[in-house]
C-alpha cells in the first residue's frame, strides 16, 4: 500500500506561483507513474502533469504546458508540482496519485493511490 499526502494549497492572486507538495509513505518503491490531477467546481477530475520514472518521462496537459513542473525528490519520497502564472481558471483541488505500472498514463482511472486533495483558489 502507498499512502499519498498533498500539501501547499491555498489562495493566490492571477499571475502568481504556488508549489504543491505529494508525501508519500508505504510501499514507495511501487510508485512508478505518479501524476498530478485537478477537479475544478462543477467539473469532472483532469489529468494535469505525470512523471514516469526509469526514464524521467514527464506529460502535461495542454492547458499547463510551459506553465507548471512536476518533479520528484526521492530521498524525502516526494513530488512536486511547481505552478506558475496562475490563472482563475486554474481554480481546483489538486490531487497527487501514484500507480506501480511502468508505463505513462493520463487517465485517472488508472491510477491506484490517491491523496486527500489541497485546494487552489486563484482569485482575478
Known amino acids: 500500500q502507498v499512502q499519498l499526502v498533498e500539501h501547499g494549497g491555498g489562495l493566490v492572486q492571477a499571475g502568481d506561483s504556488l508549489r504543491l507538495s505529494c508525501v508519500a509513505s508505504?510501499?514507495?518503491?511501487?510508485?512508478?507513474?505518479i501524476g498530478w490531477f485537478r477537479q475544478p467546481p462543477g467539473k469532472e477530475r483532469q489529468f494535469v502533469a505525470a512523471f514516469l520514472g526509469y526514464g524521467e518521462l514527464t506529460s502535461y496537459a495542454d492547458s499547463v504546458k510551459g506553465r507548471f513542473t512536476i518533479s520528484r525528490d526521492v530521498a524525502k519520497n516526494t513530488v512536486y508540482l511547481q505552478m506558475d502564472s496562475l490563472t482563475p481558471e486554474d481554480t481546483a483541488v489538486y490531487y497527487c496519485?501514484?500507480?506501480?505500472?511502468?508505463?505513462?498514463?493520463?487517465?485517472?482511472?488508472?491510477?491506484?493511490?490517491w491523496g486527500q486533495g489541497t485546494a487552489v483558489t486563484v482569485s482575478s
Open positions: 496519485a501514484a500507480r506501480s505500472m511502468v508505463s505513462m498514463k493520463t487517465n485517472p482511472a488508472d491510477y491506484n493511490y
Open positions: 508505504g510501499r514507495t518503491a511501487s510508485m512508478v507513474n
